[in-house]
Every structure is written in C-alpha cells, then in structure tokens.
C-alpha cells in the first residue's frame, strides 16, 4: 500500500494550488432572504446602525441595557449558572417588568401565534407571581 504523500512529485500542479477563487460564485447580497423576518443586522448601501446598536457596541450603554446586563449577572451569581437558558433570559426580562403590550415587530411565520398583555399582568414566573399557593 502507497502513502499518497509519498507520490508528490516536484512538478507543480496546476489548478490545485491550495487557493480558492469564490469571486466566480453567486453573491450572496444579490439574494433577498427567504423570509424577512426584521432581525437582519447585516447592513447594506444605505443602512446605518441605529444609535441604541451603535452606543452599546462602542461600550456606552443606555440605563435600560444596563440594567439588563445588572440583572443577567446577578442572575448568574445567584443560581450559579454561567450560561443561562434562553427561558431563564425571558424569567429575568419578565421580572425587570417588561410585558408583551404592543404587536410583534418580528416576523416568526406561521408557526408562532402573536398576541398582547396587560401592562400590569403579572411575570408569572414564579408561583408567587402567578399566584398559586402551595
């Protein structure tokens, strides 16, 4: 048996140098994404960061980002858990106060029902919150 390393011969190969030429592809930007769903951040000729994305990833952050990093850190030393499940970010978010008030801005298809809240319904994460006595 032939190690194929070993068939290297000292003539170059041409049209295998090891480099990609993707330029003679599709571009991906020519394309309209299959769904838009209004959480595309790749920007485009024309569009902007917006100045709540802007500030924060140049490290200034506005009071309701920061009390949002506040509660996610003391979430964490709380619970011991360095990363939390996308369901312990909705417990935290729903405890700072925040409710589902106003229609979605997002499009999730077909296969998520919107709908909307009272501004003072109750988190109803904890058993105290929803109410439910043990």
Same mark, same amino acid.
């Given at each position: 048996?032939?190690?194929?390393? *070993?068939?290297?011969?000292? #003539?170059?190969?041409? $049209?295998?140098? $090891?480099?990609? *030429?993707? %330029?003679?592809?599709? *571009? %991906? %930007?020519?394309?309209? /994404?299959?769904?838009? +769903? !209004?959480?595309?951040?790749?920007? $485009? /000729?024309? %569009?902007?960061?917006?100045?709540?994305?802007? +500030? &924060?990833?140049?490290?200034?952050?506005?009071?309701? #980002?920061?009390?949002?990093?506040?509660?996610?850190? &003391?979430?964490?030393?709380?619970?011991? =858990?360095?990363?939390?499940?996308? +369901?312990?970010?909705?417990?935290?978010?729903? =405890?700072?106060?925040?409710? =589902?008030?106003?229609?979605?801005?997002?499009?999730?298809? +077909?296969? @998520?029902?919107?709908?909307?809240?009272? /501004?003072?319904? /109750? @988190? !109803?994460?904890?058993?105290?919150?929803? $109410?439910?006595?043990?």
């Amino acid at each position: 048996m032939t190690d194929p390393a *070993d068939d290297q011969s000292d #003539q170059p190969n041409p $049209g295998n140098d $090891g480099v990609v *030429d993707r %330029r003679g592809g599709l *571009d %991906r %930007r020519d394309f309209e /994404p299959a769904s838009t +769903t !209004n959480l595309e951040r790749r920007r $485009g /000729p024309g %569009r902007r960061l917006t100045d709540f994305i802007k +500030t &924060a990833e140049e490290g200034e952050m506005n009071r309701e #980002q920061y009390s949002f990093l506040l509660a996610i850190e &003391a979430f964490k030393r709380v619970n011991g =858990k360095n990363f939390p499940s996308w +369901t312990d970010v909705l417990e935290v978010v729903r =405890k700072l106060g925040y409710r =589902k008030t106003m229609a979605s801005e997002i499009n999730l298809g +077909t296969r @998520s029902q919107d709908w909307t809240e009272h /501004p003072d319904a /109750p @988190s !109803n994460v904890t058993k105290e919150a929803s $109410g439910e006595v043990e």
